[in-house]
C-alpha cells in the first residue's frame, strides 16, 4: 500500500497535466481560428489568447494562417514544459484592406 500512494500520486499529476493541455489546446485553436478571420477581413485586432502565447499571422497566395504556440506548465514544478501549437487557415474576403466606399 505504501508503495502504491506514490505511483497514484504520479499518475493523478499525470492526468491533471493532460486536462491542462487539452484545455489550452483548445484555448489557442480558438484564438488561431479568430485571428486568422480577422486577417482574412482586413481586421488588425489580434484576439485574446492563452497567457504567454505567442501568436503569429502570415498572408499570402489568398489565404491567410494564423499560428498560436503556448506553454503548458506540468504539474510538479521540476518537469519540462509542453508547448501546444494550433493553426488556422482562412481564404481572404474580397475587397479585405480596401476600406468602406
Known sequence: MA???PALLLLLLAGLTAVNAVSTKAGC????REAALAAARG???IPGAPPGAEVSVSIDEGRAQATVRAPVRALGGRLPRITVVATAVAALEPGAGEGDR
Open 29 to 32: 485553436l480558438h484564438a488561431a
Open 43 to 45: 481586421e488588425a485586432r
Open 3 to 5: 508503495a502504491g500512494l
